[in-house]
Each structure stands twice: as C-alpha cells, then as structure tokens.
Nanobody
Framework: QVQLVESGGGLVQAGGSLSLSCGASGSGFKINAMGWYRQAPGKERELVATITAGNSSYYTDSAKGRFTISIDSAKNTVYLQMDSLKPEDTGVYFC???????????????WGQGTQVTVSS
C-alpha cells in the first residue's frame, strides 16, 4: 500500500504564490509519475500538471508559465510551485501518484486527501 500526505495550500491574494508538496510512503512500490489535479466548487476534477520519475513534465494551458512541478525521487515527493495566482485557481488540489506494485505485479494509482487553495481577488 501507498500513502500520500499533502501539505501546503491556504489563502492568498491574486498575484501571490503558494507551494504544495505531496509525499508518498509505504513499501514495495516504484513511482512512474506524479501529478496535481484540482477541483473547483461545482466542477469536475481537472489536471494541472504531471511529472515522470524521469523528470519529464507536462502542464495544462492554465498552468503553463505560472506553475512549476518538480519531483524528488529520493524522497518520493512531488512539489507544485504556484506563482501569479488567479481567483480561478481556487479549488481543492489533489496529488496523484502512478505506481508499480513490485510484489503484486500491477500498476496502481493513488490519490492524496486534497488541500484547499483559495485565491482572493
């Protein structure tokens, strides 16, 4: 089993910055990729950015140029630095990890509990 613990988030004014982190713990797994998703009130969960264990990153258009995703493979931790935040960035941010379970010989995704990000105008 893999457990994810998220931290960061909070309340910030438009134009400000926040940093999120998500650490994976457990045993018998290998991380393929990690990513961040967000869910605004009344909307579906949407992708923000992903990064592979090999450090290949992808950003949605809304995140490009403002957000930076990074991974510390030694710590099984992914970070999301969010700059120039806008009110429309408000939502609950979820971490997702794509793992390979070594002993069960299967791929498995896990989600974090979510952390609230609120950007005031």
């Amino acid at each position: 089993q893999v457990q994810l613990v998220e931290s960061g988030g909070g309340l910030v004014q438009a134009g400000g910055s926040l940093s999120l982190s998500c650490g994976a713990s457990g045993s018998g797994f290998k991380i393929n990729a990690m990513g961040w998703y967000r869910q605004a009130p009344g909307k579906e969960r949407e992708l923000v950015a992903t990064i592979t264990a090999g450090n290949s990153s992808y950003y949605t258009d809304s995140a490009k140029g403002r957000f930076t995703i990074s991974i510390d493979s030694a710590k099984n931790t992914v970070y999301l630095q969010m700059d120039s935040l806008k009110p429309e960035d408000t939502g609950v941010y979820f971490c997702k990890v794509d793992t390979y379970l070594i002993y069960l010989l299967k791929w498995q995704n896990y989600w974090g509990q979510g952390t609230q990000v609120t950007v005031s105008s």
